[in-house]
């Protein structure tokens, strides 16, 4: 007393199937577009020391991320800037528009880019042009999730020219003869 013949069940089977892959194309669709449609925001905060000749007027380009080689990559940071604060007076001085990098000012800007799924852990500036900075840290703080945000990564001394310099945190191993970390090497890629 079998009712359905093998021809509904072959159709059953083509319809189940068509349904779990028209979901399952669903969710990969929506994964896909999140995932590219996924940006943060981040407020980079970089002091320049107050020796003298530490200011520059030169491009500077911005790379750091996390554990995860989730790079965000900056050129022209300059172009970035938000707002200025005067170490010395603890207000914001927004009203006064100036160009940034200049001695013994903090700095911070404002970048867009892919998220962070870890703490951000590497932070590399790169100079170009013909005179000095001398940056003395910089700190990048994440808006959606503050818990990624960076510790301040330390500078003090003139950034070499046409060079990625900075400091990674990422990858640290205890050996006997102290702290090994991996160093990351950056190709030729247009600065």
């Known amino acids: ?15 189940t199937s068509f349904i779990f892959l028209a979901e399952a194309s669903i969710k990969f669709t929506n994964d896909s577009l999140s995932t590219e449609k996924e940006k943060c925001t981040y407020f980079v905060t970089i002091e320049t020391t107050c020796t ?28 970035k800037h938000v707002r200025r604060v005067d170490p010395l007076e603890p207000q914001v001085l927004d009203d006064i528009p100036r160009k940034p990098f200049q001695s013994c000012m903090i700095d911070q800007f404002q970048v867009t880019g892919q998220c ?13 042009g ?10 990048v703080q994440l808006l959606e999730g503050p818990h990624f945000s960076s510790n301040t990564f330390y500078f003090r001394r003139y950034l070499p020219r046409r060079v990625w310099h900075g400091s990674d945190f990422c990858d640290t191993q205890v050996t006997p003869f102290g702290l090994k970390r991996k160093r ?3 190709g030729n890629e247009a600065s």
């Open 1 to 15: 007393m079998m009712l359905i013949s093998k021809f509904g069940i072959t159709l059953i089977i083509f319809v």
């Open 52 to 79: 003298k000749g530490a200011e520059t007027t030169n491009h500077v380009s911005l790379r750091f991320g996390d554990e995860n080689s989730n790079d965000i990559l900056v050129h022209h940071l300059n172009s």
């Open 116 to 128: 962070v799924k870890s703490p951000i852990c590497y932070l590399y500036l790169k100079l170009a």
């Open 130 to 139: 013909s005179d000095d900075w001398r940056p003395g840290f910089a700190q």
């Open 184 to 186: 990351n090497v950056f």
